[in-house]
């Protein structure tokens, strides 16, 4: 698979809150091979603070060679981003790692949860070029609080699948965790589930799926260094007794080929 490094204009910038924002990137060689679930690593310094790139999943890929992002700021780098101004580049490196598996012959339920909602745009976007309309397809997006879910509620709908919403805070769907609302609903047989979002919501899916044998995959994160399997800072324990590198190996895995400790 190749990999591009490129110097990407930011053509937009969009503030969802002071904490969440979404980039638009101008990267076609990086758009034209990118598969949902898949991530970038991006310099977002000039000089030298700080020294590492930053991954962050494709949100989405539009014709036209744009792909987007959508972060959250959580330190320097993050912090950075949030600041750019259209008309600047950022050195983009990509796509990297495995992406989501979908099969368009099965019932597709899709999980985000806060910032895990990022890669499943683009993974709806995709099961719905393969998959022109589904009654039994289900998209879940969980979040904090409604204005984290508001803005990209359009973006979701689009794709005329079912859409259910949880917030913790109760302000939009389910008051309470998105996986509360997966294990109400009665899963459609032969269905495969594809999740994104913290540990404990990804270690709830795994659960409710395993209980059901509903096959699962999920997209996991780990701070990562160089993002291309050079310095092993990414790696996490895998059932098979080995260590497997995010990076390389993920983000998106089996379910069940993980330990999860929560
Ligand atoms: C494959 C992959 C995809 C990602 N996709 C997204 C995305 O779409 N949107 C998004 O907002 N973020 C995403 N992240 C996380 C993002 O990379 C980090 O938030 C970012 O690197 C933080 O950089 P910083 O310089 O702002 O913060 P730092 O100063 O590096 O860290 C600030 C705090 O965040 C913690 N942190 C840093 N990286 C991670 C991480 N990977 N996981 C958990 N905690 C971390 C640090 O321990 C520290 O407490 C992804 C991570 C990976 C590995
Ligand atoms: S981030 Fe360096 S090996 Fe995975």
Known sequence: ??????????????????ENFRLTLDCPLIAESAKPGQFVMIRTSVGKDPLL???????QTSRGGKIQIYFKVVGRGTHILAHVKE???????????????????????????????????FL?????????SSSEDLILLGAREKSELAPLLDDFRQFNRKLLTATDDGSLGHHGFVTEVLQSIELPPGCI???????????????????????????????????????????RPAKSGT????????????????????
């Not at 790139?53 to 949100?59: K, L, N, Y």
């Not at 994104?196 to 990562?224: F, H, T």
Request: charged content about 20%.
């Open 1 to 18: 698979m190749s990999q591009f490094q490129e110097k990407a204009t930011v053509v937009r910038v969009e503030r969802f809150s002071d």
């Open 87 to 121: 008309g600047e580049e950022l050195s983009v490196f990509g796509p990297l790692g495995k992406g989501f598996r979908l099969n368009p012959h099965v019932p597709a339920i899709l999980v985000g949860g806060g910032l895990g909602i990022a890669p499943m745009l």
């Open 124 to 132: 709806a976007k995709e099961n719905s070029r393969l998959k022109k």
């Open 193 to 235: 589930v594809y999740a994104c979002g913290p540990e404990p919501m990804m270690a709830g899916v795994n659960k409710i799926c395993r209980d059901q044998g509903i096959p699962c995959q999920v997209s996991v994160e780990s701070v990562m260094a160089c993002g291309m399997g050079a310095c092993l800072g990414c790696s």
């Open 53 to 59: 790139r930053r991954p962050f999943s494709i949100h």
């Open 243 to 262: 260590y497997t590198h995010v990076c390389l190996h993920g983000p998106v895995y089996d379910a069940e080929e993980l330990i999860w400790n929560i």
